[in-house]
Structures are given as C-alpha cells and as structure tokens.
C-alpha cells in the first residue's frame, strides 16, 4: 500500500476511530459499575478497572482506593478466603488471585502480568480423587510498594515484605525479607 493511500484511509477512518474511543471509555465505565455491583457497592471511584475481572467463589474481596485493574484478571476467594487490596495496587494483565485462607496486598504493590498468587494446595491422598481431595490454605502476604514481575507463582505461607522486588518468572515458596531483590525457581534473594 503506497503511502499516499495509507494518509487517505487513516484519515477517512478518523471520525469512526474517535467514536470507537468514545465506546472504550464507556467500556471501561461498564466494567466498573459491573465489578462494583458484584462487589455490593464497595468499590472506590477512582478505581480503574479495564475490564471486569473472572470473579469465583465467596466473593470475600475488599478493595482499596486508586487501583489500576488491567484486563483478563481471576480473582477466587473459597472456603473462609479472603482478598484484600490495599490503595495505590496495580494488577498487571492476567493475573491470578486465589484464596482458600487469605491473600493480601499492602498499599503500592506492583503485581506483573500473568502472574499466579495462590494460597492453597490439594491434599494428597492415596487412592482417591485429586479433584475431591480438598485444599490446605496457608496466607500470603504481600508488604508496601513490593513489586512483583511479570509470570511469578507465590505460594501459600509466603510474606514478602515492604519495598521487595521479584524477578520475572521466579517461583516463591519461602518468605522475602523487605528490600531485597528475588529471583529464580525456587525464588532465592540475590541481594539486599
């Protein structure tokens, strides 16, 4: 395609284009008021979600104020679980929260995308069913201003504490002291 025709369609699709955006942001109003009325009412204006979030079980989910909800975001609570989103959170495209005992997150945490917070764990039993086996949830819980990376698994019984950073893609099966630097599968600190 020359670029002469390119100019000409880009601008004879202008007009449409700005209608479009018109409707994203409607979307985006949709989306809140969807999340706010299965959340009975407890969600802040200034939250911004870009699209609902997959949400499963009890419901048990408080949220704080100035979040930034990208898109495709899980959220469970099941058993006596519990969610609990401090100010200021961001939860990055994809990101997976579920609690059987209780996720939470302290004011500016980064949460990157795709990754999976999940507090419990199947019981293992001889013979029988995996599926039917039950689950053992120990808490997580995630210190101010931490940021986690992008594809990071977090188990339950893990805190991370303040001001922590974990790398893309490590998996957190044992506690992150505040301020350091975490990497790696079993996720070690490589620096404080």
């Not at 699709?13 to 809140?32: G, Q, V």
């Amino acid at each position: 395609m020359s670029q002469q025709l390119k100019k000409l369609l880009v601008k004879s699709l202008s007009p449409l284009a700005t209608i479009t955006n018109k409707l994203d942001a409607l979307h985006r109003l949709w989306a809140n008021a969807r999340l706010n009325s299965a959340l009975n009412g407890t969600v802040h204006p200034s939250v911004v979600v870009l699209n609902t979030p997959e949400l499963h079980g009890t419901r048990q989910i408080s949220l704080g104020q100035n979040l930034y909800l990208y898109r495709d975001l899980y959220l469970e609570t099941q058993d006596a679980g519990s969610i609990t989103i401090g100010n200021d959170v961001v939860l990055s495209r994809g990101v997976h929260l579920v609690a059987f005992a209780s996720i939470v997150l302290e004011d500016g945490v980064m949460i990157g995308e795709y990754s999976s917070l999940r507090d419990a764990n199947h019981r293992i039993v001889g013979e029988g069913s995996m599926r039917n086996s039950g689950h053992e949830g120990k808490p997580i819980h995630i210190g101010k201003n931490a940021w986690i990376g992008r594809g990071v698994t977090i188990l339950g019984g893990v805190t991370i504490g303040a001001n922590a950073v974990v790398g893309a893609n490590a998996v957190v099966t044992k506690d992150i002291p505040a301020g350091a630097v975490a990497a790696g599968v079993p996720a070690r600190v490589i620096k404080t």
